[in-house]
């Protein structure tokens, strides 16, 4: 088959050739290094089955077939083993050919996505800092009458057993105004300055050992040592990362098994941040193999007071979002039981 089509051998596209029956009757070089999978592997299997259930391809099949028009799906799902599926755009057109029905065009588009997704939380968590903003100004104000009118009639009341009462007003007030000040802090922007990470990661961990039994929790570092320092507030950076190991940390404790933290750094090149492309960008990724976030609140974890844990107060992963894109960086989180991945990148230069 591949001597018949020798001009998509030499193609930067991923082509796929199928038969009438929508079996695969020829691959490229190009779908082969996209795909990860030889042709001999591919060849004789049915198009549709490469790809994770999908009754829209299969029906878009069908319709080129009947139609003879091109047919342009906006993803399919690739799996591939121990990795994330690949997401792919696919194309179908009617090819005119023995023993040739469709052609299969196949684009990655990875990077389009992630930078979809990474504008949507952006704008997303501008607009839910701004609602909390404002909320937080609106909570100050009567926070300070009610604790200084709990105050005077403490003064006025003559039994113990009554003052028990403006105690517990004084103290909630006080609790809503530290957490009022918390939801207004964080904006102001970097003092930057030149920094090493692993000073930054090195801080976060004897944090972290400090506050959680080493029995309980181990971290393990894997540096990349050649990274080159970066511009940024140190403090914020610490605080950033140590939201988010803290949260790891706090996860696996309350499994009740113990469990292990990986920081892990590496340079990556030729990579888009928030519309902005950089040559070289630092990827600092916290593992852990605790009980993973909750699957109903995984799509909005970064979104201020949203907690997965009883008690918390939701507004760590949310600072810690702000300041990395103080940085002009992104942060993600991919997780599932027994393995959740921070994601923090940086540019470089």
């Given at each position: 088959m591949a001597a018949s089509f020798p001009g998509l051998e030499l193609l930067a596209t991923a082509v796929l050739v199928l038969d009438e029956q929508q079996v695969v009757r020829y691959v490229n070089p190009t779908a082969e290094n996209l795909l990860g999978a030889s042709?001999?592997?591919l060849i004789g299997q049915p198009f549709a089955q490469l790809f994770a259930s999908d009754p829209a391809l299969e029906k878009a099949l069908s319709d080129t077939l009947v139609t003879h028009w091109d047919y342009s799906a906006q993803t399919?799902?690739?799996?591939?083993?121990?990795?994330?599926p690949l997401p792919l755009a696919c194309t179908?057109?009617?090819?005119?050919?023995?023993?040739?029905?469709l052609l299969a065009e196949l684009r990655p588009i990875e990077q389009q996505l992630r930078q979809a997704r990474e504008e949507r939380l952006v704008s997303e968590q501008q607009s839910a800092r701004e609602l909390i903003r404002n909320l937080a100004h609106e909570i100050k104000n009567p926070l300070g009458g009610l604790r200084g009118s709990a105050q005077l009639l403490e003064h006025e009341l003559d039994r113990a057993e009554l003052r028990e009462y403006t105690q517990v007003i004084i103290k909630e007030a006080d609790r809503l105004q530290a957490l009022m000040d918390r939801l207004l802090t964080p904006h102001r922007q970097p003092r930057v300055e030149r920094l090493?990470?692993?000073e930054v990661l090195e801080r976060v961990r004897s944090l972290v050992l400090a506050e959680f039994a080493r029995e309980a929790v181990q971290i393990d570092c894997d540096y990349d040592p050649s990274l080159p320092d970066l511009e940024g507030d140190k403090e914020q950076l610490i605080q950033a990362v140590l939201n988010v190991v803290?949260?790891?940390?706090?996860?696996?404790a309350g499994s009740g098994r113990p469990g292990r933290i990986t920081l892990r750094t590496r340079a990556i090149r030729q990579v888009t941040l928030l519309r902005q492309r950089h040559r070289l960008a630092l990827e600092l990724q916290v593992i852990d193999d605790g009980p993973g976030v909750p699957e109903d609140i995984r799509e909005k974890i970064f979104n201020p007071l949203v907690s997965g844990r009883d008690g918390g107060s939701g507004l760590g992963l949310s600072l810690a979002q702000t300041f990395v894109h103080y940085h002009r960086g992104v942060i993600e989180c991919d997780s599932r039981p027994g393995r959740t991945v921070f994601r923090i990148v940086l540019p470089l230069a």
């Open positions: 042709a001999k592997s399919v799902s690739y799996p591939r083993a121990g990795r994330e179908l057109t009617r090819a005119e050919a023995p023993g040739v029905s090493g990470i692993h803290r949260n790891a940390a706090q996860a696996i």
